[in-house]
């Protein structure tokens, strides 16, 4: 892996995860524009994306691996905006579809060009 990435993954691991209850308060003051509310919740799901990336980085995209985490981070802030408990998925769970989805098509998209 990158000096980057290794450094990357490193400062993420140290965010501290929330529990199911403070996930749940972030989610309802995000529904009311809460930006701060936000950027808690997305710092603590960059485990989420970092975890990923290092999935897809050990299959020929090692020098892909920065790009692959702006594009789950990317997809991670739609996932935060786009959620609903209407989707009758736990966040988690649509973040991890949503995050994945974006990174395997941008390898997708590099292998098959």
Same mark, same amino acid.
């Given at each position: 892996m990158s000096g980057e990435f290794d450094y990357y993954i490193d400062g993420v691991y140290k965010i501290p995860s929330l529990?199911?209850?403070e996930q749940e308060v972030?989610?309802?003051?995000?529904?009311?524009?809460? &930006?701060?509310?936000?950027?808690? *919740?997305?710092?603590?799901? *960059?485990? *989420?994306?970092?975890d990923i990336a290092k999935e897809y980085s050990h299959f020929r995209f090692e020098d892909l691996a920065i790009e692959?985490?702006?594009?789950?981070?990317?997809? *991670?802030? &739609?996932?935060?905006?786009?959620?609903?408990?209407?989707?009758?998925?736990s966040f988690h769970d649509y973040a991890e579809n949503k995050v994945g989805k974006a990174i395997f098509d941008y390898c997708k998209d590099i292998f098959v060009d």
């Open positions: 529990s199911n209850e972030l989610l309802e003051c995000i529904r009311k524009g809460d &930006e701060a509310a936000k950027k808690t *919740l997305a710092e603590s799901y *960059l485990k *989420l994306v970092a692959m985490l702006a594009r789950g981070n990317d997809a *991670l802030v &739609e996932a935060i905006d786009s959620y609903s408990r209407e989707h009758d998925i």
